[in-house]
């Protein structure tokens, strides 16, 4: 039986030859963002995985020589655990704290102010505006704020909140502070995104069926953005756990402060250990993932991956 007899009247037959130039099309859309992947993620990627496993040996050119040497994991773990476990612990302060800043500003400009544009609009580009200068100038900015000579401390002594050896620089406090400040608009523009989408019926139809603010808040409007709270978490915690730059002595840290970006940037420029360098870098890539699945998977969120 002839094929054109199985198809009905006034329809046509699918055309093979446009269906496969329509997925050369496709292809050929895909090549250039899969070759900037791999060129840029993967091979730099492999790369490290593989100085991971060398041998240091300053005799050699590069400082090292490639072994499948596992003993480099083995080291920097029972080395600088504290350091791992002390990023991860100011990651999530600075995380916490950056929540409990930016939904209030997001909620605001997102369902208080939706109407008026004006402010809404130049309220966004305030908490974009940090956008506009450095990282390190805006860390170095609040150096120069915090340090012992600077007002804030000068204010505390001159109230008796602290003595004259106190210092805020240096410590825990400031380190997680600067991460909280830098990171805050990566939680606000996702929480603001969610937040901005929020049907304002659901908030008046709580309200109406005589729920207190409070229980509509956290049984409408906060399983409502829930997604934007995960994003934002998510953007704030994994580049704070890697940050190197507030906990440096440099800026606001201190000998005590030192986080596993500190640790790594130390090895790769001052003691020229790339072996074991690639592999810090490795492992708080792998511990991150980790982190991030089981955070991801808990929240119900799954989709987000």
Known sequence: MAISALVPA?????REPEQRRGGLIALALLVPGLAYLALF???PFVSLLITSFGVNDTTTYGGYYYAFYWQNYVDVIAAYWPQFLRSFWYALLATVFALLISYPIAYFIGVT???????????LVLVI???FISFLLRTLAWKQILSDEGPVVGMLQFVGL???????TGTPFAVVFGL?????????????ASLDRLDKRLIE??????ASNASTFWKVTFPLSLPGVISGTLLTFIPAAGDYVNASQSFLGGPGTAMIGNVIQSKFLITVNYPQAAALSILLMAVIVV??????????TDDLL
């Open 291 to 300: 982190i991030v699945g089981f955070y991801v998977r808990r929240t119900g």
């Open 129 to 131: 505006a940090p956008f």
């Open 113 to 123: 102010i939706r109407e008026r544009k004006l402010l809404r609009n130049l309220l």
């Open 180 to 192: 909280t400040y830098n990171f805050i608009p990566f939680m606000t523009l996702p929480l603001f």
């Open 10 to 14: 006034g329809t046509q037959a699918p």
């Open 205 to 210: 139809a709580g309200n109406d069926l005589y």
């Open 162 to 168: 602290m003595g004259p050896q106190d210092h805020i």
């Open 41 to 43: 993620f993967l091979v």
